[in-house]
Nanobody
Framework: QVQLVESGGGLVQAGGNLRLTCVNSGGAFSSGAMAWFRQAPGKDRNFVAGISTSGLTTSFADSVKDRFSISRDNAKNAVYLQMTSLKPEDTAVYYC??????????????????????WGQGTQVTVSS
């Protein structure tokens, strides 16, 4: 069973950095495309960043592409989101998502929630001004 667990969220001042980690702790090996989404209070869940199975293809939301980076370690079944120069508008619950390994996810599809089969419970990121 795939069980995604996020960590690394917290409270940080504007301009600060955080690194989020998502690990599949369920024991089942998926290693499909992975992504981060976020949801602010009263708003829809939005795409932040995605990465292909190999790690060679990445995609970012325009609002974060110059500040965030995404990487993965397939040996650890983990994906990371490095966030720099954080802004108050980055405040949200951040969710990790993973596709089944057998599912091909194109670069354009990395940003679509329907591409993913598994979701974590989320980690809160709060950026104070």
């Amino acid at each position: 069973q795939v069980q995604l667990v996020e960590s690394g969220g917290g409270l940080v001042q504007a301009g600060g950095n955080l690194r989020l980690t998502c690990v599949n702790s369920g024991g089942a090996f998926s290693s499909g495309a992975m992504a981060w989404f976020r949801q602010a209070p009263g708003k829809d869940r939005n795409f932040v960043a995605g990465i292909s199975t190999s790690g060679l293809t990445t995609s970012f939301a325009d609002s974060v592409k110059d500040r965030f980076s995404i990487s993965r370690d397939n040996a650890k079944n983990a994906v990371y989101l490095q966030m720099t120069s954080l802004k108050p508008e980055d405040t949200a619950v951040y969710y990790c998502a993973e596709a089944q390994m057998a599912r091909y996810v194109s670069r354009d599809a990395l940003s679509s929630p329907s591409s993913y089969d598994y979701w974590g419970q989320g980690t809160q990121v709060t950026v104070s001004s």
